[in-house]
């Protein structure tokens, strides 16, 4: 019985390490470089319709068939793309920070008051940061073989942002 606590303590202290190191790198990202003016072509979500099938099992599937059920080279195809899947994370997660950023400053340039736009926005982010905690627990998972991750709510979140920062400008400008 105290080993069974001890393993959940074990485990639940390592998940708070985790959490504190993940929530440390996503406010270390407020340094971000001011919105480009083709943003509407950078921040495209088309951009990583890519990490949507990234983890699929159709590929490790096709590599069992051709080499025989080789491990080592599954285990090597699979840390190859969590580490690309993770560098998709980051990308989207500063797209994310600087349109926030970018909201904000047509929020506060504006001369109109948007308390609305305000608990959007951070609902917004809240639920981002949320569901970014969640993928990267589960791409942890995926790791040991253990389900697979799924970065379209991210995607989303990206997009609906892009959709509030289009109709602000488009605001800003018939002003």
Partial sequence: MN???LGAALFL???GVGFGVLFAQLLSRDRTLPLPDDWEEVFSPARYRAMERLLEQ????YLASKSGNNKKLERQLRERRIRIFQAYINS???DFTRICKAIKKVMVDSQVDRPD???LLMKQHFIFTLTVLSIEFRLG???FGIGTPDGRDLINSLDAMCGQLRTLSLII???
Avoid: C, E, P
Wanted: aromatic content about 10%.
């Fill in 117 to 119: 736009l305000a608990g």
């Fill in 173 to 175: 400008d018939a002003a």
């Fill in 141 to 143: 998972l995926y790791h």
């Fill in 92 to 94: 989207l997660s500063q």
């Fill in 13 to 15: 202290v390592l998940l």
């Fill in 3 to 5: 080993a069974v606590l």
């Fill in 58 to 61: 159709t590929d490790y599937q």
